[in-house]
């Protein structure tokens, strides 16, 4: 049963890394496409309303920044732009090579501990009667 939960655990890991890796080279059409509508339908939002163009978003705490309406939005731009996307896709290249390493991997571990190999036990030098070893053996004439 063991077994059976490594082979699928295994399996999944493989599934994964080639689903990402299918979802990892889309086309610049494509690439294009997804920019145009993520930069198209974003709308800034600060402590969950959204922002018009006079707006300021003041943060507080630990690395927090303050942003205007239209820093909001050149940042997100620039993240969304066809370029910033390739380097999330190359991401995801890297993301699915490893998942797919680790799934093979395992899944040769799994099958090899399905495959037992049985090996005569070696030799011994006491393969006489009585534990002589074979050239001690009294003859009998």
Known sequence: MKRI????????????????LAAA???DAQVAQESTDKIASYRPVCD??????????LRF?????SQTYQEMVDQYNQENSPEGLRGRYD???????????VGLGGLALVVRSFVRRRTPPPSSPLDGAGGQPVDQVPLEH
């Not at 705490?61 to 920044?65: H, L, R, T, W």
């Not at 991401?91 to 390493?101: N, S, Y």
């Open 48 to 57: 969950h309303k959204e922002m018009g163009p006079r707006d300021t978003c």
């Open 61 to 65: 705490g630990g690395n927090a920044k």
């Open 91 to 101: 991401t995801r290249k890297w993301l699915g090579v490893g998942l797919l390493v």
């Open 25 to 27: 080279f889309p086309s």
């Open 5 to 20: 939960i490594a082979l699928l655990i295994t399996l999944g890991f493989a599934a994964l890394g080639l689903w990402a």
